[in-house]
């Protein structure tokens, strides 16, 4: 992981996530997965890494998400925190027009043809 040549990371629950929000994305975003679940540890390690980043939080609308959600607020209050509607509850299975509608907001350029589908 390289994140010294990207001005911004997003932070995502698994690699499906992950999979969806790539093919949306216009600019460099470096895509970090939690895979769930994240120790103190290599939360202290990611705070320390991406120091200087404009960081986005991105988890699914359950109770995991949530959780890990908070755990992020806490310990890492300067993210900016995206939300899919409740009704997809997960990244991976929400429309690709509604990711790129939450994405544009947070000023994350995206393809347009995915603005386009809704």
Do not use: W
């Amino acid at each position: 992981m390289n994140i010294d040549i990207f001005e911004k990371v997003l932070i995502v629950e698994g690699k499906s996530d992950k999979t969806k929000v790539k093919n949306i994305l216009k600019e460099p975003v470096e895509i970090i997965c939690t895979n769930g679940t994240i120790s103190l540890a290599k939360l202290d390690e990611l705070i320390e890494l991406l120091f200087e980043k404009d960081v986005y939080i991105l988890f699914d609308s359950d109770a995991a998400g949530e959780r890990l959600r908070k755990q992020f607020k806490r310990e890492m209050p300067q993210a900016a925190h995206l939300y899919i509607d409740r009704m997809y509850r997960e990244v991976a299975t929400a429309p690709e027009h509604h990711l790129a509608t939450v994405l544009l907001g947070a000023n994350i350029d995206v393809h347009s043809e995915y603005l386009e589908r809704g």
